[in-house]
């Protein structure tokens, strides 16, 4: 049994067309751990009682589990529960009818989510406690502190890991498939379940995903330069 | 479903799992080294420009970072008996273990490369002029000066990367093998009952992260001493 490679051209075409699909799993989540990874890294910024207390426990046992573990873990909590909260309310849906990749976005976002928090927090503590000071003793609010001295210092030295924290998530949302979400990797697999050529199926899907994050690096290269050049043009 | 999660059955698989928990660490610790060795080799090359190789490890590299160990897990799997199968050497009847332990040192070993060359590339030049104007060697001077001051930059680094590791073995349920992940699959295949074995799984995973975190914190407290 050789290599195929016209096969690999086919299954390359089929992976090619799912990238949007790819790209849901991956954007929505940096969208949701953004905003949510924001607000959990200004809270433990900001020491709030309790709170902060609680979210870093978040933090913490979601990045101490697997994303397999998280997604198996919703999947099956929905898939079983959902049916019994659904009898309760006369709702007229089932689990059945619930698309699975909502289900895997939730899974990615609540991992982006922790992993996100750290990345924005790491970045807004690199700005410094005395730029805090400095703000608050021209008589600045806290959010006029973090809105135009904390958040543009910290920008630059945040995006560079939230485009990493992206191929992660790209590259994290290959999982899906376990959960039957017909992504880059299972659209690739599909070609194959004819012929069992999965070894040409697998490097098509390998050459797609290895594509999509080049990409995303380049931009991310090009980015942060023009961020750096914008930063230092108005230092000076 | 009256008991849908029940709380005493987490306690019986915890012991079932950890039953085969040497099988990930076995996995973890294999490609560690495999992954060291090798990152030590690819960053070598990178760092002096060795001409072809330096090529070659870069697009390595980007090639290993850019897509999902699970791709890479499978093309190990199908594709490496069929290149050895064209010199000759049958491998099929192998155990699945070894794929997943070469798939995940080759991966390891593209993240530890560019971790040691961003430690060794953060040791000022200084370091290694002043060890060849004492009449050193290229060798000594990695071996004495360079070395011993990126290992305290990498150790932080690998720490995560460990971590990383021991997370993505969790996916090596999916070409069979009976790790942690695998033994909660055959449990929820047999009783039907999925949640509490994945809690199980989490929990086990959840401590062993922070066990590993501890551990590289207090070595590294330890050598931030010593190095004072």
Redesign the interface.
């Known amino acids: 049994?050789?290599?195929d490679i016209s096969f690999m051209i086919v299954a390359l075409k089929e992976a090619i067309k799912y990238i949007p699909v790819t790209l849901i799993l991956a954007v929505i989540p940096l969208i949701i751990g953004s905003i949510i990874g924001t607000i959990i890294a200004v809270i433990r910024i900001y020491n709030i009682k309790v709170l902060s207390k609680l979210v870093q426990v978040f933090v913490?046992?979601i990045?101490?589990?697997?994303?397999?573990?998280?997604l198996?873990?919703v999947y099956?909590?929905t898939t079983?529960?959902f049916d019994?909260i659904a009898a309760k309310f006369n709702w007229n849906i089932h689990s059945k009818d619930i698309n699975v990749i909502y289900i895997a976005i939730i899974a990615i976002s609540i991992s982006a989510i922790a992993n996100i928090s750290e990345t924005i927090r790491g970045g807004l503590i690199s700005v410094g406690k005395g730029q805090f000071e400095a703000a608050y003793s021209i008589g600045l609010t806290r959010s006029q502190t973090l809105r135009r001295i904390i958040i543009p210092q910290g920008l630059p030295v945040i995006l560079p890991s939230l485009c990493s924290n992206f191929?992660g998530l790209i590259?994290?949302s290959?999982?899906a498939y376990?959960i039957t979400v017909v992504d880059i990797?299972n659209g690739a697999l599909i070609t194959a379940t004819g012929n069992y050529k999965?070894?040409e199926a697998?490097?098509a899907?390998?050459i797609v995903?290895?594509a999509?994050?080049?990409c995303v690096?380049k931009a991310s290269f090009i980015f942060e330069k023009r961020l750096s050049a914008c930063v230092k043009g108005e230092v000076l | 479903m009256e008991n849908y999660f029940n709380i005493s059955l987490v306690f019986k698989y915890l012991p079932q799992l950890l039953s085969r928990l040497h099988i990930t660490l076995l996995i973890v610790l294999s490609a560690t080294v495999i992954g060291l060795f090798l990152g030590v080799i690819l960053a070598l090359f990178r760092l002096y420009r060795i001409p072809v190789l330096n090529q070659i490890a870069i697009v390595y590299i980007s090639f290993m970072r850019g897509t999902p160990i699970l791709v890479q897990m499978f093309i190990v799997y199908y594709g490496l008996p069929m290149l050895l199968m064209k010199i000759g050497i049958n491998i099929n009847r192998w155990d699945k273990l070894y794929f997943v332990i070469i798939t995940y040192g080759l991966n390891a070993a593209a993240f530890n490369a560019e971790m040691i060359r961003a430690a060794i590339i953060s040791i000022p030049e200084g370091q290694a002029e002043a060890a060849y104007s004492i009449g050193m060697t290229k060798l000594q001077a990695f071996s004495r000066i360079i070395a011993p001051q990126s290992v305290i930059i990498i150790l932080p680094t690998l720490g995560i990367a460990l971590i990383g590791l021991l997370q993505d073995t969790s996916l090596a349920f999916t070409l069979g093998i009976l790790d942690v992940m695998g033994k909660v699959n055959a449990i929820a295949a047999n009783t039907y009952r999925s949640l509490e074995g994945y809690v199980s799984a989490a929990i086990i995973f959840f401590v062993l992260s922070i066990l590993l975190e501890q551990i590289f914190s207090i070595v590294e407290k330890k050598l931030h001493i010593q190095k004072i």
Do not use: H
Request: hydrophobic share 60%; glycine share 8%.
């Open positions: 049994m050789g290599f913490v046992i990045r101490g589990i697997p994303l397999v573990v998280i198996y873990l099956f909590e079983n529960e019994t191929i590259k994290g290959s999982i376990l990797m999965f070894l697998y490097i899907a390998a995903y290895w999509l994050c080049v690096e």
